[in-house]
């Protein structure tokens, strides 16, 4: 099953401009992480923000929780054309399986 | 360095034939992880292992099958029985906290492409 799905699941953007990606998910976690995909390659990990943490910066990554909502969202500021990427998050269930499950991805084009 | 290996990179099969694809990690971590990406989608769980010499079905674990007898590695086998079985499959591992009750942070691996003729 899915548990994240994101939102929107396309997003074009200028360079300079901020890129917001919305994620939603159905039981409690653990924490959530976002990560991020260059076509035809592996995910690597942006950041992890725990279930009691409500917003976490890390570089140009801002990174909200809203676990009331069961929602979190991901900015990027002042985006980069290097910056196009597919961005996945990914949830840490609660009591869980001990594995993460991840949403289907927005895919981020980012215009020089 | 410290990292994840997979290979092949690319694979083809004839139908009615088991491929397996190979994870190597040098990371020293505990858990490892399968998962299936089809175009445009997100990632779905395989099978996953917390330890050596155990493993758990994910969410498709139909038509594939695992091995860990060793803490570096983690063979998938893609099998005949398995119906669509063109994907990009993508490994991963993780030192997880259990006393926190936490997965942690997933290391991957840059994917096998395997392809039915």
């Known amino acids: 099953s899915q548990q994240g799905e994101e939102d929107p699941q396309a997003l074009s953007i200028q360079e300079g401009e901020n890129a917001t990606m919305n994620c939603s998910y159905k039981?409690?976690?653990?924490?959530l992480q976002w990560y991020r995909q260059n076509s035809g390659r592996g995910l690597v990990h942006l950041i992890l923000?725990?279930?009691?943490?409500r917003e976490k910066h890390s570089g140009r990554l801002r990174v909200t929780l809203d676990t009331s909502k069961k929602s979190s969202s991901l900015l990027i500021t002042a985006s980069r054309a290097a910056d196009t990427a597919s961005y996945f998050c990914?949830?840490?269930?609660?009591?869980?399986?001990?594995?993460?499950?991840f949403g289907s991805g927005t895919r981020l084009q980012v215009q020089p | 360095d410290g990292g994840i290996t997979q290979s092949p990179k690319y694979l083809f099969r004839k139908e009615g034939q088991n491929v397996t694809l190979s994870c190597e990690q040098n990371?020293?971590?505990?858990?490892m992880y399968w998962y299936r990406q089809d175009p445009g989608q997100g990632l779905r769980l395989i099978y996953y292992?917390?330890?050596?010499?155990d493993f758990q079905k994910g969410d498709i674990a139909e038509g594939y099958s695992v091995s860990r007898e060793k803490k570096e590695s983690f063979p998938l086998t893609v099998t005949s029985a398995q119906k669509n079985p063109t994907a990009f499959y993508l490994c991963?591992?993780?030192?997880?906290?259990w006393g926190e009750g936490d997965t942690g942070e997933l290391f991957f691996g840059e994917g096998s492409r395997l392809t039915v003729l």
């Open positions: 991963a591992s993780s030192s997880p906290e």
């Open positions: 039981t409690s976690i653990n924490n």
């Open positions: 923000i725990r279930s009691n943490e």
């Open positions: 990914a949830t840490d269930p609660r009591p869980g399986r001990r594995a993460l499950t």
């Open positions: 990371l020293n971590h505990d858990a």
């Open positions: 292992s917390q330890i050596v010499n």
